[in-house]
């Protein structure tokens, strides 16, 4: 940590996504000891998981995805319902219900930071869906699915995230940035700054918040 700050690295991001074990509670003390020794002015920013949307486990190898091709996508009916040439499964949790209950005839469906791009032709129920590929890949397991144009019926902080955030703003000295991932409305934000008014953080001590626009 000193030689990255000595490099000139001036912000540290603590990822909660990879918080367990302590890490944090050992890494935060060694960032702020080393910037205080050598004189650098260094801040810290924790990054809030936020809600997961990703695609099931594949049933066999990676399956290609051909543009014009027409898939099922869909909720897990069961522990078996994995992905497989013709049908794109996601884990039935709180927030990919909600994704998939959000999806209309036309929404466009971004898979793996965007790499894939599928749009919905029929939506046959709140948790199955007909889509085209516009532009395909090789689809893999657990690949990150997003929704742009669609506002997702589900909460911003998750129980994890509510957890992470508390552990956050009791951390001494203050970190000065929280980032807020998914964020669609203000009302997202707002939970946030309640769990600082529930802690009575004062101020002066509490973080700015980053909305992360995904």
Do not use: W
Not at 10 to 21: A, M, T
């Amino acid at each position: 940590i000193g030689k990255m700050i000595e490099a000139g690295t001036d912000i540290f991001r603590l990822n909660c996504s990879h918080r367990r074990g302590g890490d944090f509670e050992r890494v935060y003390p060694l960032i702020r000891k080393y910037a205080k020794e050598l004189g650098r002015k260094v801040e810290c920013l924790g990054d809030l998981q936020g809600p997961k949307f990703r695609v099931a486990e594949l049933a066999g190898d990676p399956v290609p995805l051909v543009n014009g091709d027409i898939f099922e996508f869909g909720i897990c009916v069961d522990e078996n319902d994995h992905i497989r040439p013709g049908r794109i499964t996601m884990t039935p949790t709180k927030e990919q219900n909600a994704l998939m209950k959000a999806c209309q005839v036309g929404t466009t469906l971004l898979i793996e930071d965007g790499i894939m791009e599928v749009r919905v032709t029929e939506k046959i129920s709140d948790t199955e869906l007909k889509i085209v590929i516009v532009r395909g890949g090789k689809l893999k397991a657990r690949k990150g699915v997003n929704v742009p144009d669609v506002e997702i019926d589900c909460a911003a902080l998750t129980d994890k995230d509510i957890e992470d955030a508390e552990f956050l703003l009791q951390l001494d000295p203050p970190l000065e940035y929280i980032c807020v991932s998914f964020v669609q409305k203000g009302q997202d934000l707002q939970e946030l700054i309640d769990i600082m008014d529930r802690m009575n953080v004062p101020a002066d001590k509490r973080p700015k918040i980053c909305p992360k626009i995904e």
